[in-house]
């Protein structure tokens, strides 16, 4: 057929994996963000740290996913996630 299918590697895969483990992080406190906009609530300073920090995370993991060129590389990537948990 002329149909095209395309398989996901190991990167395309962990990076979903990182996307997803910080949406749900910061889901936990996009209310905040919320009310925020909402009736201009401020957010407590400590919320925002960890908001930044999760997002400065995923980005970190996501450009080293990307600069992975052998499996070893993948697997020292995604062992040493830090979420600041």
């Known amino acids: 057929t002329d149909e095209q299918v395309v398989y996901k590697g190991l990167k395309s895969q962990w990076i979903a ?3 997803d483990t910080a949406g ?3 889901a936990q406190t996009d209310w905040m963000v919320v009310r925020k906009v909402e009736r201009d609530i401020a957010i407590p300073d400590a919320v925002v740290a960890k908001r930044a920090a999760i997002i400065a995370e995923v980005d970190r993991l996501e450009e080293a996913i990307e600069a992975c060129t052998m499996v070893a590389e993948l697997a020292d ?3 040493a996630q830090n979420w600041g948990e």
Do not use: D, E
């Open 17 to 19: 994996q990182v996307k």
């Open 24 to 26: 749900k992080l910061l």
């Open 77 to 79: 990537v995604v062992g």
